[in-house]
T-cell receptor
């Protein structure tokens, strides 16, 4: 089954404790992206990757890091989480080429930073 | 930068009736794509319908249709014969038509309630 998986689905942590949210897709997609969802703001892009070893900032990259060492994986790293990073996080992937491709979203990760 | 605005934070409709969700966007591009996503309580993002800006014909997917007004930069979603399973948060989204562009710009969302 074609899918994007994220782990963990729920996470409660404390300020300053490094964490990683994993994202993996099995569709051989070149493009992967992270979004955060906040009430009243919709989803906003954090980082994206056009292919292996190619990453770039989205609209709200502060406080986050990413890496793309393998095509299927795109982890999101919070090296020193703060309460304002409490949010719902989505990973998405799609084919890079073509004009009518769809973005596939993971199930979301609910993060709470206390 | 492109922006997407959904001015209705919440909407409600009686089961079996029709409801229209509004979305406006701002862009200087002529080639782009517009989407409506549904997010049920499970939080999964589900693509409902897609519209290519170069197509004049409004997209339709079963009970879901759009009213795309390019000059007015408006992209509303009409849900006919509303069902209880349509209850969800709905997001309007924009994507540039530039080759390789993938970023989705989302609106704030509209929470739709279906009254039995």
């Amino acid at each position: 089954e074609a899918q994007v998986t994220q782990n963990p689905r729920y996470l409660i942590t404390v300020t300053g404790k490094k964490l990683t949210v994993t994202c993996s897709q099995n569709m051989n997609h070149e493009y992967m992206s992270w979004y955060r969802q906040d009430p009243g703001l919709g989803l906003r892009q954090i980082y994206y990757s056009m292919n292996v070893e190619v990453t770039d900032k989205g609209d709200v990259p502060e406080g986050y890091k990413v890496s793309r060492k393998e095509k299927r994986n795109f982890p999101l790293i919070l090296e020193s989480p703060s309460p304002n990073q409490t949010s719902l996080y989505f990973c998405a992937s799609s084919l890079r080429t073509g004009q009518t491709y769809e973005q596939y979203f993971g199930p979301g990760t609910r993060l709470t930073v206390t | 930068a492109q922006t997407v605005t959904q001015s209705q934070p919440e909407m409600s409709v009686q089961e079996a009736e029709t409801v229209t969700l509004s979305c406006t966007y701002d862009t200087s591009e002529s080639d782009y794509y517009l989407f409506w996503y549904k997010q049920p309580p499970s939080r999964q993002m589900i693509l409902v319908i897609r519209q290519e800006a170069y197509k004049q014909q409004n997209a339709t997917e079963n009970r879901f249709s759009v009213n795309f007004q390019k000059a007015a930069k408006s992209f509303s979603l009409k849900i006919s014969d509303s069902q209880l399973g349509d209850a969800a948060m709905y997001f309007c989204a924009y994507r540039s038509g530039e080759w390789g562009a993938q970023k989705l710009v989302f609106g704030q969302g509209t929470r739709l309630t279906i009254n039995p």
